[in-house]
């Protein structure tokens, strides 16, 4: 196959900065953390707003939900506070409501654009 002639076939486009190696890492990291049905239903159920760990159970055992959790905690998608004994997730920031509606909206298309 041969390489296109940008000039020919491609409008101009402005330079862009590519992202680093270690923006691309963080990024995939988060896809993983998305990656996981249940994980998607504790982010679906956060959406509404802060929900104790006890409210998130469930017929999950406590011990897997909160695996989940930390898991999405890591990729930066939940946050976290303590009160007393117990454990309050939301999550992170409008960025990951964002993130979550327009996965599902695309998820849920119809027709997928495939190519010519």
């Known amino acids: 196959?041969?390489?296109?002639?940008?000039?020919e076939h491609h409008s101009p486009q402005p330079p862009v900065a590519e992202p680093s190696i270690q923006q691309l890492?963080?990024?995939?990291?988060?896809?993983k953390a998305l990656g996981d049905p249940?994980?998607?239903a504790l982010l679906y159920r956060l959406r509404l707003g802060e929900r104790c760990v006890g409210?998130?159970?469930?017929?999950?055992k406590l011990s897997t939900v909160s695996?989940?959790?930390q898991t999405l905690l890591n990729a930066n998608l939940v946050s976290r506070r303590r009160d007393a004994r117990?454990?309050?997730y939301k999550l992170a920031d409008?960025?990951?409501v964002e993130?979550?509606?327009n996965a599902l909206e695309h998820a849920n298309e119809k027709t997928l654009t495939q190519g010519d």
């Open 38 to 40: 249940a994980r998607l």
């Open 94 to 96: 409008q960025h990951v």
């Open 25 to 31: 890492e963080r990024t995939a990291a988060l896809f």
């Open 67 to 69: 695996a989940r959790l």
């Open 1 to 7: 196959m041969e390489a296109c002639n940008q000039d």
């Open 99 to 101: 993130l979550f509606e």
């Open 55 to 60: 409210d998130l159970v469930g017929d999950d």
């Open 86 to 88: 117990h454990l309050y």
